[in-house]
């Protein structure tokens, strides 16, 4: 079996006798050596409970050094790993199940009796909480430390990830081991990145940006990672003189430059600050550079296709672009029927390469509709190009808000508020916001003036993961609407886009 064909292979096996450390936070240090023994346990665990190679192990429990075991355990064991967000409520996280045919679940002890009464009594559940207990860890310290990966081909899935739907149901963007092994070898050489880096990670693990573009190349090139469970601006500030690099979303930046402790002096050593999973602004971008001496590299990536383009680590790091196709990626700006337009205008960003998805989950149609015959995914994403190629996204079709790094589609939330038998209609749009770069604003018209604005968040409180949730909620006589009857989320975009000002 040939390493390059296998993410396991290629990303863990070349370190596994390593007494390098691998991760690092708060309750000690793990080396590489210790890590895959736990690796290896698990692996042993998941094909002792049943699972076949292809077969999805979902997971929905908080970042630990334990559940990066369990990513690297699934591959190895031929699995297709399922990472869900945390935020999901109980009746989201029995959709993801049922859809996508998992076979085993780990989730945290404390919905596990919630989740046995709902889900079919053949799937295989097992707890992994916060603090590393439950019985992953149980019954995996009683298995067999060796493990022999099993045999898995490039085009193989390696892993599912659920993406918000534009009609209110989730689509599973399906990965192989080609497509994330792809990204991460352009990402080793394009960020300079080695053995002697230590990574400060303090991004969820659900997520394409924490899990594959930070985990898997750290472990690619055998560095480190100072692992920590969210982004807690004492930590980020305490860890920070050990680390050489770090990844963020917009927001982490803009709260460490609200910090007076945040300067030059703290960040001089630092080799790399990257930033990426939502719009930086050029603002962000500037008052780092005066503040600390360094630019930030922006990149662009997306759930279906890893990352994109970036802005160069050596030349050029323009404020307010996201810079230039990565190395394997082709990319166009087209209009809406796949036509590429000139330099400089406004179009939809398509893209073709090895880290491209292979598709959704059980939607052919959904599928097909994604991509043009010649190969090139339809992102959605408007933007332009420049002279020297550089790409500057300038908004995204669908209505997409992207709030704190994750993606919110607001028919999902739509079709949840007009549940309620009060409403008459609602409209989800996005809202600037100077902390998640974007805010979820929900715009209501109610049958009568009798429900208010804390019994719709609290009709939501369980119904919708929180950063789905509106952080404010309007109430109008009519939404706005164009000839045709569609509502003009633009007019509502534009009316109130002071909202969170101030």
Same mark, same amino acid.
């Given at each position: 079996?040939?390493?390059?064909?296998?993410?396991? !292979?290629?990303? =863990? #096996?070349?370190?596994?006798? +390593? %007494? $390098?450390?691998?991760?690092?936070?708060?309750?000690?240090?793990? *080396?590489?050596?210790?890590?895959?023994?736990?690796?290896?346990?698990?692996?042993?665990?998941?094909?002792?409970?049943?699972?076949?190679?292809?077969?999805?192990?979902?997971?929905?429990?908080?970042?630990?050094?334990?559940?990066?075991?369990?990513?690297?355990?699934?591959?190895?064991?031929?699995?297709?790993?399922?990472?869900?967000?945390?935020?999901?409520?109980?009746?989201?996280?029995?959709?993801?199940?049922?859809?996508?045919?998992?076979?085993?679940?780990?989730?945290?002890?404390?919905?596990?009796?919630?989740?046995?009464?709902?889900?079919?009594?053949?799937?295989?559940?097992?707890?992994?909480?916060?603090?590393?207990?439950?019985?992953?860890?149980?019954?995996?310290?009683?298995? !067999?430390?060796? =493990? #022999?990966?099993?045999?898995? +081909? %490039? $085009?193989?899935?390696?892993?599912?990830?659920?993406?918000?739907? *534009?009609?209110?149901?989730?689509?599973?963007?399906?990965?192989?081991?080609?497509?994330?092994?792809?990204?991460?070898?352009?990402?080793?050489?394009?960020?300079?990145?080695?053995?002697?880096?230590?990574?400060?990670?303090?991004?969820?693990?659900?997520?394409?940006?924490?899990?594959?573009?930070?985990?898997?190349?750290?472990?690619?090139?055998?560095?480190?990672?100072?692992?920590?469970?969210?982004?807690?601006?004492?930590?980020?500030?305490?860890?920070?003189?050990?680390?050489?690099?770090?990844?963020?979303?917009?927001?982490?930046?803009?709260?460490?430059?609200?910090?007076?402790?945040?300067?030059?002096?703290?960040?001089?050593?630092?080799?790399?600050?990257?930033?990426?999973?939502?719009?930086?602004?050029? #603002?962000?971008?500037?008052?780092?550079?005066?503040?600390?001496?360094?630019?930030?590299?922006?990149?662009?990536?997306?759930?279906?296709?890893?990352?994109?383009?970036?802005?160069?680590?050596?030349?050029?790091?323009?404020?307010?672009?996201?810079?230039?196709?990565?190395?394997?990626?082709?990319?166009?700006?087209?209009?809406?029927?796949?036509?590429?337009?000139?330099?400089?205008?406004?179009?939809?960003?398509?893209?073709?390469?090895?880290?491209?998805?292979?598709?959704?989950?059980?939607?052919?149609?959904?599928?097909?509709?994604?991509?043009?015959?010649?190969?090139?995914?339809?992102?959605?994403?408007?933007?332009?190009?420049?002279?020297?190629?550089?790409?500057?996204?300038?908004?995204?079709?669908?209505?997409?808000?992207?709030?704190?790094?994750?993606?919110?589609?607001?028919?999902?939330?739509?079709?949840?508020?007009?549940?309620?038998?009060?409403?008459?209609?609602?409209?989800?749009?996005?809202?600037?916001?100077?902390?998640?770069?974007?805010?979820?604003?929900?715009?209501?018209?109610?049958?009568?003036?009798?429900?208010?604005?804390?019994?719709?968040?609290?009709?939501?409180?369980?119904?919708?993961?929180?950063?789905?949730?509106?952080?404010?909620?309007?109430?109008?006589?009519?939404?706005?609407?164009?000839?045709?009857?569609?509502?003009?989320?633009?007019?509502?975009?534009?009316?109130?886009?002071?909202?969170?000002?101030?």
């Amino acid at each position: 079996m040939s390493k390059s064909n296998h993410l396991f !292979d290629a990303i =863990f #096996e070349p370190t596994k006798q +390593s %007494p $390098e450390l691998f991760l690092i936070n708060n309750n000690g240090e793990i *080396t590489y050596s210790e890590f895959h023994k736990t690796i290896n346990q698990i692996a042993n665990l998941l094909i002792q409970k049943g699972m076949k190679p292809g077969e999805r192990v979902a997971v929905q429990a908080e970042k630990s050094n334990l559940q990066i075991a369990l990513y690297a355990a699934t591959l190895k064991a031929g699995g297709v790993y399922l990472p869900l967000n945390t935020g999901y409520t109980l009746s989201e996280l029995e959709y993801f199940i049922e859809d996508s045919g998992a076979k085993i679940i780990v989730i945290d002890k404390k919905i596990e009796e919630q989740l046995l009464a709902s889900v079919d009594k053949s799937i295989t559940i097992l707890t992994l909480n916060s603090d590393e207990s439950g019985s992953v860890m149980d019954y995996a310290k009683n298995q !067999d430390i060796k =493990f #022999e990966a099993i045999e898995r +081909s %490039p $085009e193989d899935l390696a892993a599912i990830l659920y993406t918000s739907g *534009t009609t209110g149901k989730s689509k599973g963007a399906i990965l192989s081991h080609k497509n994330l092994l792809s990204n991460t070898k352009v990402l080793e050489e394009y960020w300079k990145f080695t053995k002697d880096d230590v990574l400060l990670h303090m991004l969820p693990i659900y997520h394409t940006h924490g899990l594959f573009v930070a985990t898997n190349l750290l472990a690619y090139v055998g560095g480190a990672m100072i692992f920590l469970p969210k982004f807690d601006i004492d930590q980020a500030i305490e860890w920070m003189s050990k680390a050489t690099t770090m990844m963020g979303v917009p927001t982490f930046y803009t709260r460490l430059l609200n910090d007076q402790r945040f300067d030059q002096s703290l960040t001089n050593h630092m080799r790399l600050f990257i930033s990426g999973s939502a719009p930086l602004l050029a #603002e962000t971008h500037r008052e780092f550079e005066d503040r600390t001496g360094k630019k930030i590299l922006e990149r662009y990536g997306m759930t279906e296709t890893n990352m994109c383009t970036s802005n160069p680590y050596d030349e050029e790091r323009i404020a307010g672009t996201v810079g230039l196709p990565l190395p394997g990626v082709e990319l166009r700006i087209a209009d809406d029927q796949g036509n590429e337009i000139k330099q400089g205008e406004i179009g939809i960003i398509e893209l073709r390469g090895e880290n491209v998805f292979k598709g959704y989950w059980q939607m052919p149609d959904k599928t097909n509709d994604s991509f043009r015959k010649d190969g090139f995914f339809i992102t959605g994403d408007m933007a332009k190009i420049d002279h020297k190629g550089y790409v500057t996204i300038v908004g995204r079709d669908k209505d997409l808000i992207i709030t704190g790094g994750l993606n919110v589609y607001p028919k999902e939330v739509e079709t949840v508020i007009d549940q309620i038998e009060t409403i008459l209609e609602s409209a989800v749009f996005a809202s600037p916001h100077k902390d998640f770069g974007e805010a979820v604003v929900a715009a209501i018209v109610r049958k009568n003036n009798s429900l208010s604005e804390i019994e719709v968040k609290k009709y939501l409180s369980d119904k919708l993961a929180k950063f789905k949730q509106p952080k404010k909620i309007i109430f109008i006589e009519n939404l706005p609407r164009n000839a045709m009857g569609k509502v003009q989320k633009a007019e509502l975009r534009k009316k109130y886009k002071s909202l969170f000002e101030g």
